[in-house]
């Protein structure tokens, strides 16, 4: 490192099992920028803010539990960022802040290398900040979405916010659709047993996407492996998105297939 460095920061709380800086630094190696990506604990937005600040970071990510607080403080926020409500991405301009959101950019891309998006159908479980950015994406790319969630309240204000249809999820027998996204937290690591639905419902839809990553391969995409769907990983729309946070950041294109290498192998090395 040298005073020329250019600092990039994760900020959230925890940071410690990203594999964000492993992402990042590796890329930024391979395409010989002179920049480093570091992980920031930060229990209060504010302490986030005094960091950025203080230590001259240049952008970063921003990720649980401040996605939403975060954008409070922003000086610019992109139109995806505002109408998501939650910001992922940042850069830092002589103390301006200007948010992103480059999940749902993940989320499309992710999808269109299996399915045009136009005119498709798309069951999106959940309604927080993930399947609000998948929702957005869906609309920006004339598919059309349908959410489903357990708490009715929320996913209706979700999907009369977007305009489109609402389904409870003890409802999705019902539903059928091109493809279902998992937006949920079901099936995440260490709870990887779990399914958020029950395997013989995945027969009404031809693609099932789970956005989780860790592990590699979850409950729900054995599931949907074993009853003929195809399937769409989490690691293609983690990689996705950060290869669109380097562009955000540099200006430059990343090496996409470095970049999921990078993380595939440190996720098989763990066993997921
Ligand atoms: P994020 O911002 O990362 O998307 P979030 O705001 O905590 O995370 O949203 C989590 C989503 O997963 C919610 O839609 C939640 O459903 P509720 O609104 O009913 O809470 C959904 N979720 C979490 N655990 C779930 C479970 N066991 N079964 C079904 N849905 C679940």
Redesign the pocket.
Known sequence: MSTDTQIFALIGNPVEHSLSPLMHNATFAEMGIDARYMALRAEKVEDALQAIRESNIRGGSIT?PH?TSFMAYLDNVSEACRKIG?VNTFTCDDGRLTGNNTDWIGIVRALKELIPLEGKTFAVL??????RAAVYGIREERGIPIVL???VT??KDVAGEFGCDFSP?QDIEKITADCLIN????GLYPDTGVS?VRKNVLRNFGYVMDIIYNPLKTRLMKDAEEVGCSTISGLSMFVHQGAEQIYIWTGMTPPHNFMKKVVMEKLNDEGN
């Open positions: 649980i996605k939650a959940g309604a927080g900040g993930a399947a969630n357990r708490t929320t996913g999820l937006c949920t937290s079901v958020p």
